[in-house]
């Protein structure tokens, strides 16, 4: 018997068994936890670690934000410079941030650096710097991180000094037309050996945040709709919910997959135009003044908070069910923690990943 394409969403969102053990019973059978990217489904040992272009980006007392230094020269690197350095990082010493420019992803890393003497005169107090690359895929972005946060440091130390920079770069390349991949869709969740620089070893701190509200999020990304983080800097912890989000909207139930999950990551007023233009995505932004452009989402989350705007919202409110999932989820979870180090991040975050994901199968 075939259900109807609204039949089989409405039992994929309500009827989900919550009798199973969420950490045990629930949990896929070891063939599948291979060594691959949790979204795009690549193999590690191929996740690819080339990269389309370095640059540097820096604020200026008299220009504001500046593209400083590139390579390529050549590359259209659009608005770069606010992306890489978000509003309001003024008020922090480090952060990081991935985005996405036209069809390439980046990855910064930002430093701030205090001032004295002449220095501080010169550049109000501080030197505020972002280093990042740019690449046809994300997944291979947080191999970079380790260099981008020394080398920012080095430079905010050493201006003018590209020296390691052009030597990262000749290492790394590769063209654009190499670096782009295929949009991504959904597929089998494979988990990838999660690190501390992996965006997806921190699905535990995401599960833990939004507590019985994970459920709602979990809801929107199956349905491809536009969820919008709200949050003030840092940035990178923000981008990890998206990502993370990204995962709950990984799965083999072709039902609600008629859209390829769109991660943005970092967006600002500048993208207003491009979000407008968007039917499905998932961002974040440091920018209050989203709040009041309803129409660019669907659901938007200032910190904590999940509202679900229009029509759509009776569909994915917070259920008792969705209360019972998470409580059942959180006692067995003390009971495995108890089991396991605290050193063991990799360990609990692939059974909390497992068990939201095979919620849709």
């Known amino acids: 018997l075939v259900m109807s394409r609204r039949e089989e969403r409405r039992s994929l969102l309500s009827d989900t068994d919550i009798s199973t053990d969420p950490i045990e019973g629930g949990s896929p059978s070891d063939e599948r936890l291979t060594d691959r990217d949790p979204i795009s489904g690549t193999q590690r040992s191929a996740i690819d670690g080339t990269i389309a272009a370095i640059f540097v980006v820096a604020f200026d007392t008299r220009a504001g934000n500046i593209l400083e230094w590139s390579l390529p020269t050549d590359l259209d690197y659009g608005d770069i410079e606010f992306k890489a350095l978000a509003s309001g990082l003024h008020t922090i010493f480090s952060d990081f941030n991935y985005f996405k420019i036209g069809r ?28 990042g690359v740019l690449s046809g895929s994300y997944n291979g972005l947080h191999t970079h991180m380790e260099f981008l946060q020394q080398a920012v440091q080095h430079l905010n130390l050493n201006p003018g000094n590209y020296t390691a920079l052009e030597e990262y770069y000749e290492q790394h390349k590769t063209s654009i037309q190499e670096s782009e991949e295929p949009a991504l869709s959904p597929r089998n969740l494979q988990l990838p050996q999660l690190t501390i620089t992996h965006p997806a070893g921190s699905f535990g701190h995401v599960w833990h ?51 390829d999950i769109n991660p943005l990551f970092f967006v600002n007023v500048a993208d207003v135009p491009m979000l407008e233009k968007e039917t499905s995505y998932i961002a974040c932004t440091t920018e209050k003044i989203f709040a009041m452009k309803t129409s660019l989402y669907d659901v938007y989350v200032d910190n904590q908070n999940v509202t679900v705007l229009g029509q759509i919202r009776d569909g994915l409110r917070c259920t008792a069910k969705d209360c019972l999932r998470y409580q059942q989820v959180e006692n067995q979870w003390y009971d495995h923690a108890l089991s396991v180090s605290d050193e063991d991040v990799s360990s609990k975050d692939k059974m909390l990943m497992e068990y939201v994901t095979n919620l849709a199968i």
């Not at 980046?106 to 501080?126: D, F, I, N, T, V």
């Open 104 to 131: 390439l992803f980046g990855l910064s890393c930002y430093h701030r650096l205090k001032l004295e003497g002449e220095e501080a005169e010169r550049e109000r107090g501080a030197r505020m710097k972002s280093i």
């Open 209 to 259: 945040f939004f507590r019985e509200s994970i459920f709602v999020l979990w809801k929107a990304a199956l349905l491809r709709r536009r969820i919008l983080f709200v949050s003030p800097p840092p940035v990178g912890v923000t981008c990890y919910r998206v990502y993370c989000a990204c995962l709950m909207a990984n799965h083999s139930v072709g039902v609600v997959a008629e859209r």
